[in-house]
């Protein structure tokens, strides 16, 4: 199996890069790629991390699932990028230096329509998904959440339309739920098809991979930014192992890799993934929940108080669900949520790409 450089033959691991455009110093940018090539054939699991550079537990979890023995626990091939933003990576930062957006939201979504020629961020997100789908069965995009938040597995909405009937989008979302089962974390279902697409997440590794490609793809967010956390990153390892051995491809368990399940769930009710409440009132914030508890519409979650210490306004959670994160720094503007948060959730998990279908 050949990926840019790194070239593997049955039973053998290798590594390598992928170039993907020059840079204006003469060299190209790489990506670092990873290929466990099994001895017997079976599906291709592609596993990404550090699409944005400050996010360290992903970048650690794509690169120890690979083990120098993996090759002969498999059958099929594992292929993983464990840096897709190296510009990010250079300086820490969420955001490469080719421009000030979302490197997240660059990947191809053939329904849209765009006058713009593309930009080297866009180029370089567009070659790495032909890539992935050129030989992807399913794929795991890892990443990292706030500070101290709670770790889960993000489950795209499954869109119709131009590019799929509404049975095809029912079996796509059948195999991805599959999936994203066997990861054992807690679930959440992807934000509603209208504010789904406003935000781009059509266009983001997974849900280009997913809802373009028609191959189960997800999100994987393993706690905090910046620092690798063991309890997540052995719980994303577990994570790609169940996903491994739910495709068929795991000929037994390897020593030294935890059960998946190491998180549980705050809350019985299926959940989607909800940024607020939102406070009304400047000020500076005193979050009264943490990342993990679960709350109820109408609890008091955050004050709101002044640079004095004055009490200003209260914020109310506007849902049953937990807390998933909370905001980072004191200072708060009319608008800002207070917290990132699983919300209860009985909206459908395909939906139709166009709300007036």
Not at 28 to 51: Q, S
Not at 327 to 352: H, I, Q, T
Request: net charge negative.
């Amino acid at each position: 199996m050949d990926i840019g450089t790194a070239s593997a033959a049955p039973g053998e691991l290798a590594r390598g890069h992928l170039e993907l455009t020059d840079l204006p110093t003469g060299v190209p940018e790489k990506l670092p790629v990873i290929v466990a090539n099994g001895e017997d054939e079976g599906p291709t699991l592609w596993i990404t991390g550090g699409v944005h550079g400050d996010e360290a537990t992903g970048v650690a979890v794509t690169q120890d699932v690979i083990r120098e023995d993996l090759p002969q626990r498999i059958a099929g091939a594992v292929v993983a990028v464990p840096v897709v933003n190296p510009a990010g990576l250079r300086r820490n930062a969420r955001h490469s230096y080719y421009g000030d957006d979302d490197p997240n939201r660059k990947f191809p979504d053939p329904e849209s329509d765009s006058s713009r020629p593309p930009e080297v961020q866009e180029r370089i997100d567009e070659r790495l998904y032909e890539e992935i789908v050129d030989s992807a069965d399913a794929l795991i995009d890892n990443h990292t959440a706030g500070v101290n938040s709670f770790p889960f597995v993000i489950r795209d909405r499954v869109l119709y339309g131009e590019r799929r009937t509404e049975a095809e989008a029912e079996a796509l979302a059948a195999d991805l739920e599959a999936l994203v089962e066997a990861t054992g974390l807690p679930l959440l279902t992807e934000y509603p098809a209208e504010e789904y697409v406003e935000q781009s997440l059509q266009r983001s590794t997974a849900g280009a991979v997913c809802n373009a490609a028609g191959i189960p793809a997800f999100t994987t967010e393993l706690g905090g930014h910046s620092v690798v956390t063991e309890a997540t990153r052995e719980a994303g390892v577990a994570a790609a192992y169940g996903v491994m051995d739910e495709l068929g491809m795991l000929e037994d368990w390897p020593d030294g890799v935890a059960d998946p399940g190491s998180f549980d769930a705050p809350v019985e009710f299926p959940v989607r993934r909800f940024r607020g409440p939102r406070t009304e009132t400047a000020g500076l914030v005193r979050h009264r929940v943490e990342a993990g508890d679960v709350v109820e519409a109408g609890e008091v979650v955050a004050d709101i108080v002044s640079a004095t210490g004055e009490p200003l306004d209260t914020v109310e959670s506007e849902h049953d669900g937990y807390v998933i994160g909370r905001k980072e720094g004191l200072a708060a503007y009319e608008g800002d949520a207070v917290l990132s948060m699983a919300a209860r959730d009985d909206g459908p998990l395909v939906a139709p790409r166009d709300a007036d279908e």
